[in-house]
């Protein structure tokens, strides 16, 4: 990209975050490169969503002349596709988490696919499109949204006589009773490294990494409801009240199986990796609001994601027919609701009946209705930046010298303020101090 066109695109990102709604253009080069499309080819595509593959197969066999190629997302691959891309390769479409999806348009990663999925608007959330526009191109298209609630073992808090814990003290104290019954179990796992875990509670607590003043970007990645957040997780690590494995590892899930972990508070797409990873747990889980900061009735959320194409795309029109199709179709809606334990951001998502099913590994309750809840008690105070992913690297890089017992909370999160301040201006951007 050229300075001119980065400081363009720049410019837009951060009239998203000023105005909610863009009105300045970026500039385009969609005209030039993809005049000579044509209507059939093969699309690559990379996501993480269970149950995809039964959609791309159900695409495929509808013989419509795009062939679909899916490759499930593990571990490092959302690092491995950064890098592909940047070196000139990668798939045509990636699942991407939004937070990171300004980052990916000022270095020039994403393609605008703003002409092919017009026709889908107006059957998205104005937030969840607002997400994926910056100025007057779209960059992909949204797949669901990350509201937070506590999933919790029914026979585990029955077992210790603890009550579902309400209120963030509840939580501390239950954490307390639990382990104090028995030195094996305890409340939650804190992860290091599970960003959206932290964002949840932060959101919920009125916070925001970025904002902005006149013309300047503002960080807040140790803002005050950072700092209240990080007492609390503080507390729960000095007593010993959590455990600290990273989440999505064998070790992980095989303290979830056998008991050792009781609560897991996490965003509405979570419930399908209990259900995949868990199973013989069934039955024994229920879930419940996320527990509220005194004084609030907020919830809080980790964020959405969208699929989006990538700059190698050499047939763009038809990777974004394939997008809009897997997110917004009346025949995906179920599948991503169902088995990929989307929360949607579609309205004929919302609609749907299979959104409000009760759910036998969950003792047939309604899940969704709590999420729904928090979803309407979600504060709109979360302001995405451009460079969420160098903060979240920052974040998650500390946080795992805390449990370590190597520094404090308040010490990470001031070395992650000034990392992300520092990157921010190496890119040529101001920073309000």
Not at 395 to 417: H, I, P, R
């Amino acid at each position: 990209m050229t300075i001119h066109r980065r400081r363009r695109l720049v410019a837009a990102v951060l009239a998203l975050v000023t105005a909610g709604a863009l009105t300045t253009a970026c500039s385009s080069d969609s005209s030039s490169e993809e005049t000579s499309e044509a209507a059939t080819g093969t699309v690559e595509f990379w996501g993480w969503v269970p149950g995809l593959e039964d959609l791309v197969a159900k695409w495929n066999g509808k013989n419509n002349g795009i062939k679909v190629n899916f490759h499930r997302m593990t571990g490092d691959d959302g690092e491995k596709v950064e890098a592909a891309v940047d070196a000139g390769a990668g798939p045509d479409l990636v699942q991407l988490s939004t937070h990171d999806l300004p980052d990916y348009v000022i270095a020039g990663r994403v393609k605008p696919i703003t002409k092919y999925v017009q026709d889908i608007k107006d059957n998205n959330t104005a937030s969840s499109w607002a997400s994926v526009t910056f100025g007057d191109e779209v960059y992909g298209v949204p797949q669901g949204i990350g509201p937070a609630g506590l999933m919790y073992r029914t026979d585990l808090l029955a077992k210790y006589k603890i009550a579902v814990p309400k209120t963030w003290d509840e939580y501390l104290a239950a954490a307390r009773a639990i382990h104090k019954a028995d030195p094996k179990v305890y409340l939650a796992n804190l992860s290091p490294t599970e960003i959206g875990q932290w964002m949840q509670e932060v959101q919920q607590a009125e916070g925001s990494w970025y904002g902005t003043k006149g013309d300047a970007w503002t960080v807040g990645v140790n803002d005050a409801a950072s700092k209240k957040v990080a007492a609390r997780w503080q507390t729960l690590l000095d007593e010993k009240l959590v455990t600290t494995q990273k989440m999505w590892t064998p070790e992980y899930w095989a303290s979830v199986n056998a008991g050792k972990i009781a609560t897991i508070s996490y965003a509405a797409w979570f419930p399908s990796q209990v259900v995949e990873n868990a199973g013989k747990t069934s039955g024994k889980w229920k879930i419940a609001p996320l527990p509220t900061n005194a004084g609030s009735n907020n919830s809080g959320d980790s964020g959405g994601a969208a699929v989006v194409a990538l700059k190698g795309s050499k047939n763009v029109s038809i990777a974004a027919k394939f997008a809009s199709w897997l997110n917004d179709s009346d025949e995906t809606q179920e599948t991503l609701i169902s088995v990929g334990g989307l929360f949607p951001s579609t309205k004929n998502g919302l609609a749907s009946p299979a959104l409000m099913k009760p759910q036998p590994f969950f003792g047939n309750q309604v899940i969704n209705e709590v999420f729904a809840d928090a979803a309407a008690r979600t504060p709109a105070t979360w302001k995405e930046g451009p460079n969420y992913g160098t903060a979240q690297t920052a974040v998650t890089d500390e946080f795992s010298k805390v449990v370590t017992g190597n520094q404090t909370f308040l010490q990470a999160l001031d070395k992650a303020q000034a990392a992300t301040i520092d990157d921010l201006k190496s890119r040529g951007l101001s920073v309000a101090q």
